[in-house]
């Protein structure tokens, strides 16, 4: 069964940084492009961000680039999304996903963040 | 980039009911990398349809997507009680990837 279980969600005054991570298991982490993807409250879903199987590549969203890094440690299993510089509409429920080439196959649960003085 | 409409914004319907969906691109989709996603509240996203015609596994049959180029459509062919949710699709053959606004079917 695949599982992916995304921690690190909470509540952050805006110009601050969060750290999301995401656990994943059931599938072979280290085959497979991750991506982050997130919902706004009352909003539709929006792709963050995404990272291929060695590293090497990622690809963002105009509205994050220069604020959120993706990264992945395959030895761990594990995807990451480093948030800077939030803003207010940043705040969202931030999925891990996973899947096959660039299609989001895997969803987890979802962490929520919230970014308000 | 490349912008996905969906319509309608909601659909109302009853049970035993066939629901159409549309999606409809800005610029043509790479090769067929269209995907309908099923959402309910508190739930993760589900996949339902890639490749603008495969079912995801465990999908029932009554889903089926269909469409080429710039217009697509997702039809459930008789509507369960637990298909009333919303439902987005997506393009995954460019970057950024982008989903569209969604459309609600609502129990009428």
């Known amino acids: 069964e695949v599982l992916l279980v995304e921690s690190g969600g909470g509540l952050v005054q805006p110009g601050g940084s969060l750290r999301l991570s995401c656990a994943a298991s059931g599938f072979t982490f280290s085959n497979s492009w991750m991506n982050w993807a997130r919902q706004a409250p009352g909003k539709g879903l929006e792709w963050v961000a995404n990272i291929k199987k060695d590293g090497t590549e990622t690809h963002y969203i105009d509205s994050v680039k220069g604020r959120f890094t993706i990264s992945r440690d395959n030895a761990r299993n594990s995807l990451y999304l480093q948030m800077s510089s939030l803003r207010a509409e940043d705040t969202a429920v931030y999925y891990c996903?996973?899947?096959?080439?660039?299609?989001?196959?895997?969803w987890g649960q979802g962490t929520l963040v919230t970014v308000s003085s | 980039e490349i912008v996905l409409t969906q319509s309608p914004g909601t659909l109302s319907l009853s049970p035993g009911e066939r629901a159409t969906l549309s999606c409809r691109a800005s610029q043509s989709v790479t090769s067929t990398y269209l995907a309908w996603y099923q959402l309910k509240p508190g739930l993760a996203p589900r996949l339902l349809i890639y490749d603008i015609s495969s079912r995801a596994t465990g999908i029932p049959d009554r889903f089926s997507g269909s469409g080429s180029g710039t217009d697509f459509s997702l039809i459930i062919s008789r509507l369960e009680p637990e298909d009333f949710a919303v439902y987005y699709c997506q393009q995954y053959g460019s970057s950024p990837l982008t989903f569209g606004g969604g459309t609600k079917v609502e129990i009428k």
């Open positions: 996903v996973g899947g096959t080439g660039w299609l989001t196959r895997y």
